[in-house]
């Protein structure tokens, strides 16, 4: 089992930032890769970004590539996500999630990669 839990969330004005933690603890030796994901009031929890555990790949969405960076400290057993340029778009449940699977940066965007779930932290952004 891995446990994770999610920190860093908050209200911020549209173009702020925040930076948004996930703290692993557990069997964190068989995870292979970690993703955010978001979900707002009324709609599907989708796929924010990615990364495998032992390399500098990622994978972002579209719609915040270029604004967040997802990031991981391995000593630490944490993974970031650090969003700037936040728009009021943004606003949703983040959520953390972790996989033993040794999948390819690209199925890392899909819910079902991922064995082990956050509780998730909430981010809203005023316009």
């Known amino acids: 089992q891995v446990q994770l839990v999610e920190s860093g969330g908050g209200l911020v004005q549209a173009g702020g930032s925040l930076r948004l933690s996930c703290a692993a603890s557990?069997?964190?030796?068989?995870?292979?890769?970690m993703g955010w994901f978001r979900q707002a009031p009324g709609k599907e929890r989708e796929f924010v970004a990615a990364i495998r555990w032992n390399s500098e790949v990622t994978k972002y969405a579209d719609s915040v590539k270029g604004r967040f960076t997802m990031s991981r400290d391995n000593a630490k057993n944490t993974v970031y996500l650090q969003m700037n340029s936040l728009k009021p778009e943004d606003t949703a449940a983040y959520y953390c999630?972790?996989?033993?699977?040794?999948?390819?940066?690209?199925?890392?965007?899909?819910?079902?990669?991922?064995?082990?779930w956050g509780q998730g932290t909430q981010v809203t952004v005023s316009s």
């Open positions: 999630a972790s996989t033993p699977h040794a999948y390819a940066i690209d199925y890392l965007s899909r819910r079902n990669a991922y064995s082990y």
């Open positions: 557990g069997r964190t030796f068989d995870t292979y890769g």
